[in-house]
Each structure stands twice: as structure tokens, then as C-alpha cells.
């Protein structure tokens, strides 16, 4: 279905958004009235996110910090609007990058998305943040609770139905260290590890015989466990991931507070990999703090990083996953990966008015 920008943001967005970057940095002073928020929700191969623009909402003091009851409010699929998580920006812009937030459905901040920031980049061209000179190239950030910053580039023509391409700054980084991984793991050899937790949960419940104890841990910015499959069959089906969700979460998600028994200090996204040839990747995913998904861009750098460390795969491969295909390609320097590029379509596909109920911001 072909989406309508004109008719969802209205004339005053191409006219408010053509005052620059500028306006993005210093919005227009003046009470926020009593009114509805609006969120517009996105999607791409299958992996949802709401966008809250805070100038969009008049709320001048930048940047807004939403209570992560509300977060969970407005992602729940029964209570609220459904979605995988929520994109706040642009919030400012630093160094020329329009730089925006990503949050899990569960309320918790994430450091990076791939699907998430091929989102926000189709956001900021349909709001018309982006004049026309700049469309074919142009700067975002994600930007974390630690202040960390992944750069982002993007690029894109002026076809409102293309695809948009994004190049992800990224040193990745392997091990238990990178991930937090602080117990209940042992090596394998190079870049291979076992989660123990991991591997029994595949030996009591793993298709095809598959065996989960054959992980790549590494870091692009955010944490994940990758563990390699043999065959297509052993792949675990997404009816299967939701059914193990309470125990996958466990693993997954960041622990509470006092927690003794997590595996991953800050928890992790995990993957199953099966490399079908030196350019196609097959995925399944559960991702921290949202639970089994369709796609996810990050998951799917991942799991091409770590198939090239292993030889498996040449420097681009298209990575299939249960929500569509997504193609990717490494970026070299000095014979180290400086960047991984994803290519695929976004699209906006309702705009929502939702009720101001209840606390929607933190103090801090």
C-alpha cells in the first residue's frame, strides 16, 4: 500500500520542516496545550516502531524523557498501539547529525537498530526535515542512556518508494567481554563459545537435533550472541521462540536490579545462523527487551560480522529472515570492518492520536 505523506503530515510540516536544522536545534517557544500525542508507526519487514517527534508535540525542552510504564503502555499490542519499540526524534543536532533515541517495548534503552534507524531516516524524509539538495546524503546518530553515539549515514533519492541505504559506523568487538558476559559460558575455540544456559534450552527443545552451543559474541554498538546451525531444518521456528520466550528472556534481557544469576550484565540480543552459501544467511532472532521478532537490521549485521570472522561468508551477503531479506555489505580499513551497509524500504502506516493519560515524562 502506497502511503500518502502529503495527506499524513499535512502542508505545515514541508513549510515548518524547510527552516533547517536550525529549528530542529531551537523550536518555537510556547505552552504546550492540552491535546492528544501524536505518534506516527512505521514499519519494515515486518519490525514495527513508533516515531515521537518532540517539536511535532510542542514540547519544547529537548530532549524528552519518557516513563518507561509509558513506553510500555503504548507499545502493548492489547492496551495500547502495538509495536516493537518507540524512536524519539530528532532531538537535536550534533555535528551535522540529526540525532534520535531508540527504546524496547519493555521500556528499556537500546543502543542501536538497524530497522530503527532506517525508520527514523524515512521519517525525517517524509516530514521534509531533509531539503531536497541534501536527500542523496545526509547524517543521523543514535544516541544512548550512556551517551554513547553510533554515526549513521544515509542515503536515498527522491523517490518517496526507494529503498534507503544506511551505513553504520561500527569497530565491532568479541568475546564474553564485549557482551558482559560474566558466567556460565566456556570456550570452543576461535570466536566460538557456549552459553550453557543456551545450549540446554536447544537440547531440550531444539528442532532438527540442532545444537545451541556454537556462539560468535561480539559488539557493534550493542551486544549479541550469534550461535551457528548446521542445517536449514535446525533452525528454531518463530512459534517456537515464543513459546521459549520466558526462558530466552531470561537470558536476553538486562537483569534486575541485584540480579546474581545473569548471564550477560547488561543483557543480549541472540540470533541462530544458518550460512546457506558465501551470500546467504537464514535468521531467527529474539531481541533484548522485546522477545521474538520478524527482522532486525542489527541482528542481521551481527550475524554477517560474525560468518565473516569465520570464513564463512564473502564481505556482502543477503540475510533472510522470517519477515523479509535484508542486503548487506562490510566496510574495510586497513583489512578491519569499519562499517556494515544495509539496503530496504520503510514505510509509514498509520498516524496516531493518542490520549495524554497518566505520566508521560520523567523528571530527570
Same mark, same amino acid.
Given at each position: ?5 502529503? /495527506? ?6 514541508? *513549510? &515548518? ?5 536550525? =529549528? ?5 517557544? !510556547? ?5 492528544? @500525542? ?5 514499519? *519494515?519487514? !515486518? ?18 524523557? +519518557?516513563? +518507561? ?12 498501539? %502495538? ?32 530497522? %530503527? ?18 536527500? #542523496? ?11 554513547d553515539r553510533v554515526a549513521i549515514e544515509v542515503r536515498a533519492d527522491e523517490a518517496i518508494t526507494s529503498s534507503i541505504t544506511t551505513i553504520i559506523s561500527t *569497530? +565491532? ?8 558476559? /560474566? ?14 544456559? @543456551? ?14 552451543? &556454537?556462539? *560468535? ?17 535446525m533452525l528454531p521456528s518463530v512459534d517456537l521462540l515464543k513459546q521459549l520466550k520466558s526462558e530466552l528472556s531470561f537470558i536476553a534481557d538486562a537483569p534486575r ?7 550477560? #550484565? ?10 546457506? =552459501?558465501? /551470500? ?26 560474525? $560468518?565473516?570472522?569465520? %570464513?564463512?561468508?564473502?564481505? /556482502? ?5 522470517? %519477515? ?5 555489505? @562490510? ?23 493518542? $490520549? &495524554? ?8
Amino acid at each position: 500500500m502506497k502511503t500518502d505523506s502529503n /495527506h499524513i503530515f499535512g502542508k505545515s510540516a514541508s *513549510t &515548518d520542516a524547510q527552516r533547517g536544522i536550525q =529549528d530542529v536545534v531551537s523550536p518555537r517557544r !510556547g505552552e504546550r496545550t492540552e491535546r492528544n @500525542l501524536i505518534l506516527l508507526k512505521y514499519q *519494515t519487514l !515486518g519490525n514495527s516502531y513508533l516515531v515521537f517527534d518532540p517539536r511535532r508535540n510542542n514540547f519544547d525542552d529537548l530532549p524528552f524523557n +519518557p516513563e +518507561p510504564n509509558w513506553i510500555r503502555k503504548i507499545c502493548d499490542r492489547d492496551y495500547g498501539v %502495538g509495536s516493537n519499540g518507540l524512536l524519539i526524534g530528532p532531538d537535536r543536532c550534533g555535528s551535522g547529525a540529526f540525532e534520535f533515541r531508540i527504546f524496547n517495548s519493555d521500556g528499556s534503552q537500546a543502543q542501536l537498530s538497524g530497522n %530503527g534507524a532506517r525508520i527514523f531516516a524515512r521519517y525525517l524524509l517524509d516530514a521534509k526535515y531533509i531539503p531536497p539538495d541534501q536527500m #542523496s546524503s545526509f547524517s543521523i546518530a543514535a544516541v544512548s542512556r550512556e551517551l554513547d553515539r553510533v554515526a549513521i549515514e544515509v542515503r536515498a533519492d527522491e523517490a518517496i518508494t526507494s529503498s534507503i541505504t544506511t551505513i553504520i559506523s561500527t *569497530t +565491532p568487538s568479541f568475546g564474553p567481554c564485549a557482551v558482559g558476559a /560474566h558466567g556460565g559460558v566456556t570456550f570452543g575455540g576461535d570466536n566460538s563459545i557456549t552459553v550453557a544456559a @543456551l545450549a540446554d534450552i536447544g537440547r531440550r527443545n531444539g528442532q532438527g537435533g540442532a545444537s545451541w552451543s &556454537d556462539s *560468535t559474541m561480539l559488539s557493534i554498538g550493542n551486544p549479541h550472541c550469534v550461535t551457528f546451525l548446521t542445517s536449514y531444518g535446525m533452525l528454531p521456528s518463530v512459534d517456537l521462540l515464543k513459546q521459549l520466550k520466558s526462558e530466552l528472556s531470561f537470558i536476553a534481557d538486562a537483569p534486575r536490579a541485584g540480579s546474581t544469576s545473569a548471564i550477560f #550484565s547488561e543483557g543480549c540480543n541472540l540470533q541462530w545462523c544458518f550460512v546457506e =552459501d558465501r /551470500h546467504r544467511i537464514h535468521l531467527r532472532i529474539v531481541e533484548r527487551g522485546e522477545g521474538p521478532t520478524l527482522a532486525s537490521g542489527s541482528s542481521a549485521a551481527a550475524a554477517l560480522i560474525a $560468518a565473516f570472522v569465520r %570464513g564463512l561468508v564473502d564481505y /556482502h551477503a543477503t540475510v533472510i529472515m522470517p %519477515g523479509g531479506d535484508l542486503r548487506l555489505a @562490510l566496510s574495510m580499513r586497513d583489512n578491519e570492518i569499519a562499517a556494515v551497509q544495509m539496503s530496504g524500504e520503510a514505510s509509514c502506516i498509520a498516524e496516531i492520536r493518542m $490520549a &495524554d493519560a497518566g505520566t508521560v515524562r520523567s523528571e530527570n
